[in-house]
């Protein structure tokens, strides 16, 4: 069975700053990995995915993420923050022949002037 | 385009009552998810639609839960009797395409459900 493990129920940082939320999985299988972005009173919006190819994805609003195998991982980071970015981060895998998405318990970002 | 239409966006009702949540996926588009979203969590999938057959509705609970999918394309989710637990965002979402891992799914605003 596989599972999403994303470390930080809430991250602070200041404008400006790194961005950085971390998310682990467990699959018996190659993953295919997503981010998604929740704004207030409004549905998941993909910021970014990895599907086999290229271990570095960039995503929209800046962000980027890294599939590391051997540490099961793929946080997304971004290198200056925006009070735009404030929202809840949810990481989420499918490894099955669907697209049935398992996704994280999510990391509310908090962007501080 | 538009995208992934849901009402009604609230709902407050009181245990043992009904309650039904209607979804209009993207045009075209032939997957259909049900997610549900408690409070703190992420979405777990409810059900998912191949048009109007169902793939996959392991974790719906039947007893109280159902769902169809009109001529594979609106559907509707209901509750009936509703137990304080259902008290959640229920999102509903649409993916092109017949099958496929890297579909990505395009989510609706959500329905929050609060079962007093």
């Known amino acids: 069975a596989q599972s999403v493990t994303q470390l930080g129920s809430h991250v602070s940082v200041s404008e400006g700053a790194l961005v950085l939320l971390r998310c682990n999985y467990s699959?018996?299988?190659?993953?295919?990995l997503f981010w998604y972005v929740q704004y207030p009173n409004q549905g998941l919006q993909l910021l970014l995915k990895?599907?086999?190819?290229?271990?570095l994805v960039k995503g929209i609003n800046g962000f980027e993420a890294e599939f590391k195998k051997s540490e099961t991982s793929f946080h997304l980071t971004k290198p200056s923050a925006h009070m735009s970015d404030a929202a809840e981060y949810f990481c989420?895998?499918?490894?099955?022949?669907?697209?049935?998405?398992?996704f994280g318990t999510g990391t509310r970002l908090q962007v501080t002037l | 385009e538009a995208g992934v239409a849901q009402s009604p966006r609230y709902k407050i009702i009181e245990k043992r009552q009904s309650v039904a949540f209607w979804c209009n996926p993207i045009?075209?588009?032939?997957?259909l998810y049900w997610y549900q979203q408690i409070l703190g969590q992420g979405p777990k999938l409810l059900i998912q639609?191949?048009?109007?057959?169902?793939?996959?509705d392991s974790q719906l609970p039947k007893d109280r839960f159902s769902a169809e999918r009109l001529k594979g394309v609106d559907s509707t989710l209901k509750i009936q009797p509703a137990k304080l637990e259902d008290s959640a965002v229920y999102l509903c979402?649409?993916?092109?395409?017949?099958?496929?891992?890297?579909?990505?799914?395009?989510f609706g605003p959500g329905t929050r459900l609060t079962v007093l």
């Open positions: 979402a649409s993916s092109p395409g017949t099958s496929g891992r890297v579909n990505e799914q395009f």
């Open positions: 989420a895998a499918n490894t099955g022949t669907a697209s049935k998405l398992t």
């Open positions: 045009s075209g588009h032939a997957t």
């Open positions: 639609f191949q048009n109007n057959g169902v793939v996959d």
């Open positions: 699959s018996s299988v190659p993953p295919y």
């Open positions: 990895y599907t086999s190819a290229a271990t």
